[in-house]
């Protein structure tokens, strides 16, 4: 049978929408609104069709700018001043003096933060440059402290660590080229290096560490196999996890139908067909239907 709405989960689509509709009400969901949602799901035409959209709301890994700032704290309330403790032998008090530092600091201070930004493939203005003045923004980090990829050379040999801040590790491909690009291991001979991506794909943590093993990597949250939206139920593999009833061929199949309709791509270079959207940027680690517009379509979010 191809795809199709199993007949117990006739209501999924109503009961899906609302509680998607109640996250925006309460501001759980903040930057779209109930009109962005309602022309994306007009994309959506057949029940089939709404379906599927519905399982990709109910999967959506979603942080909102909130969300950025916690996960900024806990990394400098959790994490940095031990990984810095262990990895460049800087020790600090307490998280007081640590954080106190980060906003105070000046060309002395032993740590510098950079941008993963875009302009190494000729891109700029993609999320790094973003993240990095959030991070700013929301910590009060001292501009002092922070430094672009390319002004690396000219540090002072006091700084004995760089602190690499992103919002999405996906396959690892884009992070390797960039530290190739700006020859990052040469100043691991002499400094530390921690990679800090707010949110992570565990298999493109194990390529970096393979491949760049200098490089310490410190995500502040993981995801894995059971977030990608085509994923097989474990007793029978050729099913679809999300509701053990289609196969993923026929899943895969209309998706591919729906996307070939709206001129999308079904995949883009780096997919790992994850649904997962920031506030500020959707990765494109996630499938195109979420953020990429074309005359027949209008995604979910801006990318």
């Not at 032993?110 to 993609?126: C, I, L």
């Not at 990679?195 to 093993?213: M, S």
């Not at 474990?234 to 996307?259: F, G, P, S, T, Y």
Request: glycine letters at 6%; hydrophobic letters at 40%; a neutral charge.
């Amino acid at each position: 049978m191809p795809f199709h709405v199993p007949a117990d989960l006739a209501g999924f689509f109503d009961e899906i929408d609302r509680k998607f509709r109640l996250l925006l009400h309460e501001g759980v969901i903040t930057g779209i609104d109930q009109g962005r949602l309602n022309m994306w799901l007009a994309n959506f035409r057949t029940p089939e069709d709404k379906y599927l959209a519905a399982h990709i709301l109910s999967g959506l890994t979603y942080r909102s700018d909130a969300m950025i700032r916690s996960s900024f704290r806990h990394l400098v309330h959790s994490e940095l001043p031990a990984t810095l403790r262990t990895t460049a032998n800087l020790t600090f008090p307490d998280i007081e003096t640590f954080e106190k530092q980060i906003q105070v600091g000046d060309g002395s201070t032993p740590f510098r933060f950079v941008a993963v930004d875009g302009q190494f493939e000729g891109t700029p203005g993609k999320s790094g440059a973003v993240v990095i003045r959030q991070f700013r923004r929301h910590l009060a980090v001292s501009k002092a402290l922070t430094c672009r990829p390319e002004d690396l050379g000219q540090l002072p040999a006091s700084v004995r660590a760089l602190l690499f801040v992103d919002d999405m590790l996906g396959t690892g491909k884009q992070f390797i080229k960039f530290a190739r690009f700006y020859k990052l291991q040469d100043h691991a001979n002499n400094r530390a290096l921690i990679y800090c991506p707010l949110v992570a794909f565990d298999k493109g943590i194990t390529k970096i560490r393979d491949e760049l093993p200098w490089l310490h990597v410190q995500p502040v949250e993981t995801l894995g196999a059971s977030h990608q939206f085509f994923r097989p139920y474990k007793d029978d593999l050729q099913r679809w996890d999300a509701d053990r009833v289609n196969l993923l061929e026929d899943v895969r199949m209309h998706v591919d139908d729906i996307c070939n309709r709206a001129g999308l791509p079904a995949r883009t270079q780096h997919s790992l067909d994850l649904v997962v959207a920031f506030e500020h940027a959707v990765p494109n680690n996630s499938l195109p239907m979420l953020s990429i517009q074309t005359s027949t379509w209008v995604p979910l979010f801006e990318r």
